[in-house]
């Protein structure tokens, strides 16, 4: 077997170590400021010698869709999962996705792994872990959790000792520089082939691209990623998401809670607002992001509740569910009755009283969800073959094209 295939895509079985890695939250001004700045030498180098351009991430710009976009090379139309929270409209339950319940087909990771490909997938944020290793046969852990790994459950154990330091803090930059560290550490050691490495973006939340605290996450960045070329690795570089300030002038949140302005115009209990960036990371967004789901408790307001909130200021778009799902890509059957997305600047929320905005008043908010965040990086270490560079030059990539171009389009150098 030389390949696989997958949701209609044909992947080469890596014949050198490749290494995908997804740098969460990486806007690509974060890119621009720091080649400039001479932070990024790698990168520039990546752009001057291998691919450096961008792409578009998947809607809504959120954690959880955008990396199973990405180890599946489809949309969540296709793979089912469009949010890190839904509701399920069979028993009123909200539920925060946390592993493969709702995927739909395999993974690439999975299938490798099948194939005999030493395979190893390791994520900053424990959440992503089993929908990642969704029938891996390899190595799967996060950093989160890195001090509680097994050998049953996540193909390894002692990480700490392979890392050469303990776990980090969740809310910390060493987050993401323990998942590059350790799947350096694996690399090394021949323990792995294929590699996804999913990072945090803790530090994007709360510091602007060109500020001292981005440009040494940055740094750190490069320097390991530098360390998987000198190893022989293909490495190639995407985003789930941008990143982009949601504050005024005074630092202060543009917030719509989108469910108080539609309780006051249409009664307690009229809708339910859902945030689907909601996750066990607080302290990032407090739960706001610039897109959310809205359910109407009788049907025969939602036209008036979409003009409603298309009404408010710092709303771009509304959607019905229909119109959302083949717009957007999204599972028409796990839709909501309508979608709101907001302006660039703008957060949507439910009830002011659901959300602490007291874990981000430390820095200026800083968020994703919507349009404005849809544009990522789009990285390769190597040079690509001429069909792959005529696709990057023709501005219609998807950050889940990253898979494709690393294991099939790229030269050796």
Known sequence: MSSISLHGRQY????????????????PEYITRGIADGVCPTIADFHQRGHGGVADCVMPSFTNPN??????????????????YYLDRDTGREIMVTDATLLRGETLLGLMSQADVPTAAITAKDKLRRILG????????????????????????????????????????????????????????????????SLSDYVQHKHAPGTPESDAFLAAVDQRLRAFVDEGAVVGCVADHGMSSKSDADGRPNVIFLQDELERQFGAGSARVICPIADPFVRHHGALGSFVRVYARDASTI?????????????????????????????????????VVSEENFVLGSRDAEHDLSTVGDHPLRSHGGFSEQRVPFLLSHPLKPDYAARAAADGLRNFDIFDFALNGVMDR
């Open 12 to 27: 080469s079985l890596p014949t050198r170590p490749t290494v995908v890695i997804c740098i969460d939250g990486c806007d």
């Open 67 to 84: 990396n199973v976009s990405i180890v599946t090379g489809v949309s969540p139309a296709v793979h089912g999962i469009g949010g890190n």
């Open 134 to 197: 969704h029938n891996l046969r390899g190595i799967c852990f996060s950093s989160e959790k890195a001090a509680d790994c097994a050998e049953t459950e996540h193909g390894i154990a002692d990480v700490e000792t392979l890392v050469g330091r303990p776990a980090p803090d969740m809310y910390s930059g060493d987050l993401s520089l323990y998942v590059l560290d350790a799947g350096l550490a694996l690399l090394r050691q021949g323990r792995a082939r294929l590699l996804y490495l």
């Open 303 to 339: 036209e008036a509740m979409m003009r409603a909130s298309a009404a408010l200021p710092g709303v771009f778009e509304v959607y019905g569910g229909a119109q959302a799902a083949a717009l957007l890509g999204l599972p028409l059957d796990r839709e909501a009755d309508f979608v």
